[in-house]
């Protein structure tokens, strides 16, 4: 059933938390509160890949796969990792999104971050001091693993993609099997609604880092788990709210300081 929605609110992809969206295989899903939406794919061939302006919500159609909120064994219980997650506010230090979706063999974990939880400040950089803290953030980022599927489901990292680091963002990172679609949508990256939303927020104060971590897996119907490692890495990251669309379902999670599992067993 198509979900109505008001043609006077806003795009479903435009508005702040907790309205976000992912693009995986060319379809562009929203996570709107308990729901995964798929958009309309026929304007995925715009030469970028952030979509949201010209979405409208006319075009928001329910994602075949999930439908409504899954409720799992556990039922609204969910302990440690109980989905608090929609008391998050737009933009808190030490609070991170994580948005995980799967469509075929590809996996997509999108992280969305403080900037001052991965450099240390959110204004533009301007000193040495500030370029350095960058390069080691984006070192960070794209080093060791901070998501790690279980082994069984046989995933393999691709490509990874940051964005809100300014000239330094890396949008070629790419492992073994990056394909030239992939690249040609790289190269579009830095859009007109990208760099407006990213001077917007430094001119408030508050910017954010989105990092998008692309797998090829084997094995998806075997994705259990994945470990993240992001508390490690970033010591001032202390809740990890994560929504996760799998053909398994879909699950909301948290994991806080010292919680380093995402399982939805």
């Not at 927020?201 to 119907?221: I, K, N, Q, R, W």
């Amino acid at each position: 059933m198509v979900p109505r929605q008001n043609h006077e609110s806003p795009s479903p992809c435009h508005g702040q938390w907790p309205v976000r969206c992912v693009r995986i295989n060319d379809r562009l899903l929203s996570f709107q509160m308990d729901r995964l939406f798929l958009l309309d794919t026929t304007m995925t061939q715009t030469p970028s890949h952030r979509l949201s302006a010209l979405i409208a919500p006319a075009a928001l159609m329910a994602f075949g796969m999930i439908g409504s909120a899954h409720a799992d064994s556990h039922g609204h219980q969910h302990d440690a990792q109980s989905g608090d997650s929609h008391a998050q506010a737009a933009h808190v230090h030490g609070v991170v999104q994580v948005d995980i979706a799967a469509d075929g063999a590809e996996l997509l974990v999108q992280l969305t971050s403080p900037q001052a939880d991965i450099t240390g400040f959110e204004h533009e950089a301007s000193t040495e001091q500030d370029k350095q803290a960058i390069a080691t953030a984006l070192t960070t980022l794209r080093g060791k693993p901070l998501f790690t599927p279980n082994a069984a489901a046989g995933c393999k990292l691709e490509k990874t993609e940051i964005e809100g680091l300014g000239e330094d963002d890396d949008h070629d990172h790419e492992h073994a099997h990056a394909d030239a679609h992939g690249k040609a949508e790289e190269g579009h990256a830095h859009d007109h609604d990208h760099e407006h939303a990213k001077e917007e927020g430094h001119e408030h104060g508050h910017a954010d880092v989105e990092v998008s971590y692309h797998f090829h897996c084997d094995t998806l119907s075997a994705l259990q788990s994945i470990e993240v490692t992001l508390t490690q890495a970033f010591p001032t990251i202390h809740t990890i709210n994560a929504q996760l669309a799998l053909p398994q379902g879909q699950f909301s999670r948290t994991l806080k300081t010292g919680q380093t599992r995402l399982e939805w067993k």
